[in-house]
């Protein structure tokens, strides 16, 4: 499918307006910072690698146009939501032990995880300064929701980390989990730019709640791409959800079936040491014949109608309206 132009037309917008906040952080910050952004390389050579899809700016800069606002008033929530996005994408590469993202090596792996840390926790901080550069009640109030779309993402993700622990994890545990995880902050992203416009409630209510259900669409095509999604596209090694023994949602739906398949599955995932390739083989098939990937799939096309259902008889500008049925379409149908 082919790319949205707005995704496009936002990271021209954008980038210049991240990389001069990012470069307010301090000389010790700067490099991994402006690595992980793929600026640079590990010696600080210029880089053209480049940062990920960009979607969350994008659905920030179309939420202030869509209630009729200039494009520049959705730009600092933007930024700050990219920057949010970031910071999460450091330390999540940290806590599941990733050493590449993007087709490039992660920050702890190229830095060391002191510098991770450290990167990560200024690029949240340099999110909140963004808005509050100007406290003016628009961008307070974007600020407030800035940090309670966070705080939900960091409960997401600690419910995920907790499933480790969990014998079982259901489609509704999956479920819940990810609204935190990936739809708050898509949520805060879709309405952000409302926000800083001034709009009406019902506007802003109708855009967080695309977001929120692109955010749930979002994640089941990354489940599905974490099993089955080309290396080449993904920028991970095949199967990598597996290997990390993660309870994705095509995992948990076929493990909490209770049937022979879910004992197999469960037997693979519960055996000591590395899952080998074999291993990994083996849980694939036994996922997609007892129909995880179908119903993930079945999963992301519903919650796909219901974020451009969510848009429609709240008075957004039309050719916005179309952008944001494009964006969403993009997100249900990549590959990476």
């Not at 470069?23 to 640079?40: I, K, M, Q």
């Not at 926790?121 to 003016?136: K, M, R, S, W």
């Not at 909490?256 to 995932?269: C, K, M, V, W």
């Not at 390739?277 to 796909?304: K, N, S, Y």
Request: hydrophobic share 45%; proline share 4%; charged share 20%.
């Amino acid at each position: 499918m082919t790319t949205p132009l707005i995704l496009n037309r936002a990271r021209q917008l954008v980038e210049p307006e991240l990389r001069r906040a990012v470069d307010t952080l301090c000389a010790e910050l700067l490099l991994p910072s402006r690595y992980h952004f793929g600026w640079v390389e590990t010696d600080g050579s210029p880089s053209s690698a480049g940062s990920g899809k960009g979607l969350r700016p994008a659905l920030a800069v179309l939420s202030a146009e869509a209630v009729g606002a200039p494009t520049v008033v959705g730009l600092p929530g933007a930024v700050a939501v990219e920057l949010i996005h970031n910071y999460s994408l450091i330390h999540d590469d940290i806590i599941d032990g990733d050493t590449e993202r993007r087709h490039r090596t992660t920050v702890w792996a190229a830095f060391g995880v002191d510098d991770a840390v450290i990167s990560g926790d200024a690029l949240h901080t340099l999110a909140f300064q963004v808005l509050l550069a100007d406290p003016t009640p628009e961008r307070v109030a974007a600020t407030v929701r800035l940090a309670e779309a966070t705080a939900a993402m960091l409960a997401g993700q600690a419910a995920d980390m907790a499933f480790d622990d969990q014998p079982v994890v259901t489609l509704q545990d999956c479920l819940e989990m990810e609204a935190g995880k990936t739809g708050a902050l898509l949520g805060y992203s879709a309405s952000v730019g409302a926000v800083l416009a001034g709009a009406p409630d019902h506007q802003v209510a109708a855009l967080d709640a695309y977001g929120r259900s692109l955010g749930l669409a979002f994640q089941a095509v990354d489940d599905v791409l974490g099993i089955w999604g080309d290396p080449t596209a993904t920028g991970k090694a095949a199967g990598n959800d597996l290997r990390e023994r993660k309870k994705s949602m095509p995992v948990a739906i076929v493990m909490s079936a209770g049937d022979e398949a879910a004992q197999e599955l469960r037997a693979l995932y519960d055996q000591p040491g590395h899952l080998s390739d074999v291993d990994i083989e083996r849980a694939t098939q036994i996922i997609e014949t007892a129909g995880g990937r179908q119903r993930t799939e079945q999963e992301a096309q519903t919650h796909l109608t219901a974020a451009l259902a969510a848009l429609e008889g709240v008075g957004l500008v039309d050719e916005s309206v179309e952008e944001l049925h494009g964006l969403a379409n993009f997100v249900a149908t990549r590959n990476h």
